[in-house]
């Protein structure tokens, strides 16, 4: 089992960065998908970020070029760089890891970005 600690959140004003850490427990967190997730207030939650265990990165359409996912297996750490934040990336952002049917979730950490 992995459990997932998030961190990093905050209130930013628009235009400015932050840096979300996820640390997991376990000793075979290198071997899990990681991927960050935001809802909104009325809003499904969704896709932000993922990355593979082999190092592989996807990032959503509407935050390429702004945030950056990566990883640090050797501190069982997952990291998103979000740069030139704008208000409607105000969420609840989620860590989650999943490797083939298990599927884990951190509590997540508010990001509040004012214009």
């Known amino acids: 089992q992995v459990q997932l600690v998030e961190s990093g959140g905050g209130l930013v004003q628009a235009g400015g960065s932050l840096r979300l850490s996820c640390a997991g427990s376990?000793?075979?967190?290198?071997?899990?998908?990681m991927g960050w997730f935001r809802q909104a207030p009325g809003k499904a939650r969704e896709v932000v970020a993922r990355?593979?265990?082999?190092?592989?990165?996807y990032l959503v359409d509407s935050v390429k070029g702004r945030f950056t996912i990566s990883r640090d297996n050797a501190k069982n750490t997952v990291y998103l760089q979000m740069n030139s934040l704008k208000p409607e990336d105000t969420a609840v952002y989620y860590c989650?890891?999943?490797?083939?049917?298990?599927?884990?979730w951190g509590q997540g950490t508010q990001v509040t970005v004012s214009a």
């Open positions: 990355i593979s265990a082999s190092g592989s990165s």
């Open positions: 989650n890891a999943k490797l083939w049917s298990m599927d884990y």
């Open positions: 376990g000793r075979t967190f290198s071997t899990y998908a």
